[in-house]
């Protein structure tokens, strides 16, 4: 507890801003459509930098974003085929990041074999990158959004960097209480938590909004967020943190219920010391028995959900600003689910070693 701090809850201990977030899982990097055919793309995973390719192909792999010979970045260089070249002096990789031309070769010098490579996928329009231990890339549950692929729903995806640790991000969405951050946008909308459960590695919570009346936005009328008093026929919002992603999803009350909006997000660190993250956020919102209505409201649905993320967006990174001035987390929580995510956030993550966020390196 930084010096000076209040009294904390036990859950903060360790500071939860300082605990990395666990590279043994699949993450998103990039959205597909900004990797080009045969172009590389600079990303990163909390500080440590990977170049994306797109071969001549369609194939997709994931280096180390830096050169064996002096690091120059391998995202300044040229895909050649199935290969790329280094932008500097011309050496070549391929997908496995073994060095496959060294255009000077000389004498009497064992030059280096290759550098990383990360298992690397593309799905939902997204490439995910597994930037932990490769060994245990197969065996680790790859995101599934199962509604996805049906005609029945449209999609609206997103890519935002902001400037806070992810964790600032899981609690933002799971603590439904911040609706008064809203008011402008969805009224005196009013939330109440119905039931909460945790399991291995998941924490879920169930909402119920009532109409408290107060104006709102048309996209929010649209998506049903704005409660209903009729007990018979409401729509419950669930929202579960599923290590390391997140779902957020309203259906009706009735049994056999789809969802009419679906949203899956991951927050993935940038820089080293995970101050920074890229959020990846998948929405997905089922098309009416008109579904050209959905298509002429979209654009006020994408101003809805872009004013709602700019509102989201002030509040985690005034958060973090406040613990950069306070040297530590000082948060008081009270909601029984937020503590509750805050607990698995901790247990899944990686947690500070000699007063420093672990990062995967691999430096020699
Ligand atoms: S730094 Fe890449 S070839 Fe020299
Ligand atoms: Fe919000």
């Known amino acids: 507890m930084a010096a000076g701090g209040p009294a904390n809850h036990g859950s903060n201990r360790p500071d939860l801003r300082r605990v990395a977030c666990n590279p043994d899982y699949w993450y ?8 080009k055919r045969n172009k590389t793309l600079e990303v990163a995973f909390a500080g440590e930098p990977i170049v ?10 994931a280096l180390e974003d830096r050169c064996a010979h002096r690091q120059f970045p391998l995202s300044k260089g040229l895909v050649c085929g199935e290969q790329i070249q280094c932008g500097y002096h011309a050496w070549r990789y ?5 060095i496959t031309t060294i255009p000077y070769m000389v004498t009497g010098v064992r030059p280096p074999r290759h550098v990383r490579a990360y298992p690397c996928r593309e799905a939902y329009g997204l490439v995910f990158v597994f930037p932990g231990d490769p060994a ?6 790859f995101p599934e959004l199962p509604w996805f692929e049906s005609q029945d729903y449209k999609v609206m995806s997103f ?13 933002n969405l799971m603590d439904m209480n911040h609706q008064f951050l809203h008011r402008r946008l969805m009224g ?9 459960g945790k399991g291995d590695g998941w924490v879920e919570a169930q909402f119920r909004f009532g109409d408290g009346g107060g104006k709102k936005h048309r996209g929010a009328n649209w998506l049903t967020i704005g409660g209903s008093d009729d007990e018979t026929n409401f729509e419950i919002m669930t929202i579960r943190t599923e290590y390391p992603y997140q779902t957020l999803k309203i259906a009706g009350i009735k049994t056999g219920s789809v969802p009419s909006l679906a949203l899956w997000a991951a927050y993935v660190p940038t820089d080293r010391h995970e101050r920074r993250s890229r959020s990846f956020g998948i929405l997905l919102v089922k098309k009416p028995r008109m579904a050209f209505l959905l298509t002429l409201i979209w654009p006020v649905l994408r101003h809805f959900t872009e004013s709602v993320f700019a509102e989201d967006r002030m509040a985690v990174e005034a958060e973090q600003r406040a613990y950069e001035t306070q040297g530590g987390d000082w948060n008081q929580e009270i909601f029984p689910v937020t503590i509750e995510l805050r607990d698995l956030l901790l247990a899944r993550g990686i947690k500070p070693v000699d007063g420093d966020v672990r990062y995967t390196s691999t430096a020699p």
């Open 136 to 141: 245990l890339a197969e065996q680790t549950a």
């Open 188 to 196: 005196r909308v009013k939330p109440r938590l119905l039931s909460h």
């Open 159 to 171: 890519e935002r960097d902001i400037a806070c640790h992810y964790t600032f991000m899981h609690e």
């Open 28 to 35: 998103p990097l990039a959205q597909s459509r900004k990797l």
């Open 94 to 98: 391929d997908a496995t990041g073994a």
């Open 52 to 61: 994306l390719v797109r071969t001549d192909s369609n194939k997709v792999f």
